[in-house]
């Protein structure tokens, strides 16, 4: 599994590759990254709350760059000026070859953590606009 996230102490982004559950800590301040990790996770990477900040809610997105298929598209309309809207057919399929082949990720609605690899995120709930708002609300 891949984790990413902000540091709770110093706010360093910090990104770790884990095969098997290790307590991980952060690479500028040395504190514990997986201070909220259950048994669950540690035995199976199992999402019952946010290892970071124990949420319990997490969902689960496509791992698409949207920047990048926006940028792509953009260099497909200006071709196509030159080429009679044939590099707008083709940006059209490489976005969406990208799209099919980009795996999920599963991200916590309250730190933002971003988690990748793991059959556990395909368990996860789709992304829920109302739970998002309600955490957006929180922040100060
Ligand atoms: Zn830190
Ligand atoms: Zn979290």
Redesign the pocket.
């Known amino acids: 599994m891949e984790f990413s ?1 902000f540091c709770p102490h110093c706010h360093s982004f910090q990104e770790f590759s884990l095969e098997v559950f290790s307590m991980k800590s952060c690479g500028s301040c040395h504190a514990d990254i997986f201070v909220n990790a259950t048994d669950a996770f540690k035995e199976s990477f199992h999402f019952n709350q ?1 290892p ?4 319990a809610h ?1 969902y689960r997105q496509k791992d698409f760059n949207r920047k990048l298929g926006i940028s792509l598209m953009a260099i497909g309309i200006i071709l196509s000026f030159f080429t009679y809207g044939i590099s707008l057919l083709l940006v059209t399929v490489i976005d969406w070859w990208l799209y099919k082949r980009v795996g999920d990720v599963g991200c ?6 971003q988690f990748r690899l793991s059959p556990e995120v395909e368990a996860l709930p789709s992304f829920d606009l109302e739970l998002y708002d309600y955490y957006q609300n929180l922040r100060p």
């Open positions: 996230s946010c970071h900040c124990s949420s997490l916590c609605y309250r730190c933002q953590s």
